[in-house]
Each structure stands twice: as structure tokens, then as C-alpha cells.
């Protein structure tokens, strides 16, 4: 009959497709085997390294005070004195001149010493440095850093340790350090004698104010998260 024999054929055509698959699959199973027995890895991605970061290269530091005003050679270039009177003296540590310093004749209160004011950037680190002596006797002395306002106003001043000069030989102050904070315009470096006696001479010579920029330490990849 021509409908059985057409579901016959059906019937046949499905055993062969699903003979093929089986096949297909036999096949596939077969080579995967010959492999290793497990699927290829998915691929992977290696991360690259990340490039190093921009830096600010370390600089020598900038010396502000030059000429007379570091050596004292010829005059005392820019400095002045809140109380006293300063000179040249040729009882220099080096060179052919220094400052030198005498304390009022009534004792009491402190003298200093102070630098031409150097213009600043907000966030660079000043460092003030000196040699002192006194002339015949040994006396107390501190260096400072004042930071001044675009009208001269102080923002901030920054004082080192104390320690003692000798009367027969030269030695350099405690430094002074800091960085230039907001709203400062200008710096002067200061030099201090707490408790000079009455008249007492005190010398001062390779005057030293130092700004290094600001800036970043190196950042060196490869880096992780």
C-alpha cells in the first residue's frame, strides 16, 4: 500500500540520520581522546606590564643667596639685624670677609640676623645653613626660616635646634628646614642668638638658603591590583 510504504521509508530515512549522528559523535569523542582526553583550554590573555609613570628627575638644589649675600666678602650685601649693628669683619671661615654681629650694651633679649627675603614656590623645601664663631666667647645660636605674604606679612617660621658656638673656632649652626606653605610669597633666613651678653660679638659667614623643587618619587610598573 503507497501510505505504508512511505511511512516505511520515513522510518528508514530516521535509523540512517540517527546512525549518522551516533557516528559524528563517536568520531568527535575519538579525537578529543587522542588529545589528551579533555577539551583545549580556553584561551588565555597575558596582562602588559604597565609602562613607568612619569617622574620629576632629582635636581641639585638652588642656591638663593649668592655674592655677599652667602660670603660677606666686600659688605653685608642684604642682611639686617633686629637689633645691634652688623659689619664686615676680615675673621672670615673662608674667603675675605664675614658678618659680623655686636649685641646692644644693655642685655636682654634675643638678636637676629636677617637674610635679603628670596622669592618662593608653595610646596618646595627651603634649608638654611651657616658657619658661626664667636668672636671671644661662645654663645647660643638657632637658625630660622620666616615665610612672608605678598604685603610681608608672616605666614610661618620655622626654627632649628639650639646649640653652642665656641669663642676660638668656627662651626656650622643646626640647619634649618621646612616647606614653603600657602600664601607665601618670600623667605628670609634667619639667624639667632638667644641670649647674647652685653656687647657680645658673634660672627656669621657662608651663609646658605637652598630650594629644592617639588616634586614625585619614581612609580616603576609592572603593577597589580
Known amino acids: 500500500m503507497p501510505g505504508s510504504v512511505r511511512e516505511r521509508w520515513e522510518e528508514r530515512a530516521g535509523v540512517v540520520a540517527a546512525a549518522l549522528i551516533v557516528t559524528v559523535l563517536v568520531a568527535v569523542g575519538t579525537l578529543i581522546a587522542g588529545r589528551g582526553g579533555?577539551?583545549?583550554?580556553?584561551?588565555?590573555?597575558?596582562?602588559?606590564?604597565?609602562?613607568?609613570?612619569?617622574?620629576?628627575?632629582?635636581?641639585?638644589?638652588?642656591?638663593?643667596?649668592?655674592?655677599?649675600?652667602?660670603?660677606?666678602?666686600?659688605?653685608?650685601?642684604g642682611w639686617s639685624s633686629?637689633?645691634?649693628?652688623?659689619?664686615?669683619?676680615?675673621?672670615?671661615?673662608q674667603g675675605r670677609g664675614a658678618l659680623s654681629a655686636t649685641a646692644p650694651a644693655a642685655a636682654g633679649g634675643p638678636m637676629t640676623l636677617w637674610s635679603p627675603t628670596q622669592r618662593v614656590t608653595t610646596g618646595d623645601r627651603y634649608v638654611g645653613t651657616t658657619y658661626v664663631r664667636g668672636a671671644s666667647s661662645a654663645g647660643s645660636v638657632q637658625l630660622e626660616l620666616r615665610f612672608l605674604d605678598s604685603v610681608g606679612g608672616v605666614t610661618d617660621t620655622e626654627g632649628?635646634?639650639?646649640?653652642?658656638?665656641?669663642?676660638?673656632?668656627?662651626?656650622?649652626?643646626?640647619?634649618?628646614?621646612?616647606?614653603?606653605?600657602?600664601?607665601?610669597?618670600?623667605?628670609?633666613?634667619?639667624?639667632?642668638?638667644?641670649?647674647?651678653?652685653?656687647?657680645?660679638?658673634?660672627?656669621?659667614?657662608?651663609?646658605?638658603?637652598?630650594?629644592?623643587?617639588?616634586?614625585?618619587?619614581?612609580?616603576?610598573?609592572?603593577?597589580?591590583?
Not at 614653603?180 to 628670609?188: E, I
Not at 657680645?200 to 646658605?208: G, K, L, P, T, Y
Open 38 to 77: 579533555s577539551a583545549p583550554p580556553a584561551p588565555t590573555t597575558t596582562p602588559s606590564p604597565v609602562a613607568d609613570l612619569p617622574w620629576v628627575s632629582p635636581l641639585a638644589p638652588h642656591q638663593l643667596l649668592t655674592g655677599d649675600d652667602s660670603t660677606f666678602d666686600r659688605t653685608v650685601g
Open 160 to 225: 632649628s635646634e639650639a646649640t653652642s658656638d665656641s669663642g676660638s673656632s668656627w662651626g656650622e649652626a643646626e640647619l634649618v628646614a621646612a616647606i614653603a606653605p600657602k600664601r607665601a610669597q618670600r623667605v628670609q633666613l634667619g639667624v639667632s642668638f638667644p641670649t647674647p651678653a652685653a656687647s657680645q660679638v658673634q660672627i656669621v659667614d657662608d651663609a646658605s638658603l637652598a630650594q629644592t623643587p617639588g616634586g614625585h618619587a619614581r612609580v616603576v610598573g609592572p603593577l597589580t591590583t
Open 82 to 93: 633686629d637689633v645691634g649693628t652688623i659689619a664686615v669683619t676680615k675673621k672670615a671661615y
